[in-house]
């Protein structure tokens, strides 16, 4: 199963929803299917444009290593030599950092990733598991 247009506008919504909630700085967030082909995205007002790469980034490493960001990054400061392998094997669009979050149907099947950007890794993840729960789906950061 992947994930719906529906659902994927959902979490972008409700994501954003957060950030503005918590006075973040602009976000852009991506929300990637179960084999990694971008879904939806979407880049508030006042983001860099440079922020879909990043977006993207932190989405396609989670769903491609099968690791959340907090994961990638725990991974790549025990084994930088991993992560920059694994990083050039999917062409330097790894972000190894958190605002990368695996997404689970009630099951706990993988069904896809979201990627935020624009405010800290942790306040991005924040903003990702909101979209993600407002879904009726399960995150992993």
Same mark, same amino acid.
Not at 41 to 64: L, N
């Given at each position: 199963? #992947?994930?719906? @247009? &529906?659902?994927? &506008?959902?979490?972008?919504?409700?994501?954003?929803?957060?950030? &503005?909630?918590?006075?973040?700085?602009? @976000? #852009?967030?991506? +929300?990637?299917?179960?084999?990694?082909?971008?879904?939806?995205?979407?880049?508030?007002?006042?983001?860099?444009?440079? &922020?879909?790469?990043?977006?993207?980034?932190?989405?396609?490493? #989670?769903?491609?290593?099968?690791?959340?960001?907090?994961?990638?990054?725990?991974?790549?400061?025990?084994?930088?030599?991993?992560?920059?392998?694994?990083?050039? +094997?999917?062409?330097?669009? =790894? =972000?190894?950092?958190?605002?990368?979050?695996?997404?689970?149907?009630?099951?706990?099947? @993988?069904?896809?990733? =979201?990627?935020?950007?624009?405010?800290?890794?942790?306040?991005?993840?924040?903003?990702?598991?909101?979209?993600?729960?407002?879904?009726?789906?399960?995150?992993?950061?």
């Amino acid at each position: 199963m #992947s994930i719906s @247009l &529906r659902k994927a &506008r959902t979490i972008i919504r409700k994501a954003l929803e957060k950030g &503005r909630e918590m006075e973040l700085k602009p @976000l #852009s967030v991506v +929300v990637l299917d179960a084999g990694g082909h971008v879904q939806a995205f979407e880049r508030e007002d006042g983001a860099s444009p440079g &922020r879909f790469a990043i977006a993207h980034g932190k989405a396609y490493g #989670s769903v491609m290593l099968g690791l959340a960001g907090t994961a990638q990054m725990a991974r790549a400061e025990q084994q930088a030599y991993f992560m920059a392998a694994a990083n050039g +094997v999917f062409g330097g669009n =790894v =972000v190894p950092v958190p605002g990368g979050v695996l997404v689970r149907d009630k099951k706990g099947a @993988l069904v896809a990733a =979201v990627g935020v950007t624009g405010d800290t890794s942790d306040n991005d993840a924040a903003a990702a598991m909101a979209g993600i729960e407002a879904a009726g789906l399960s995150g992993e950061i």
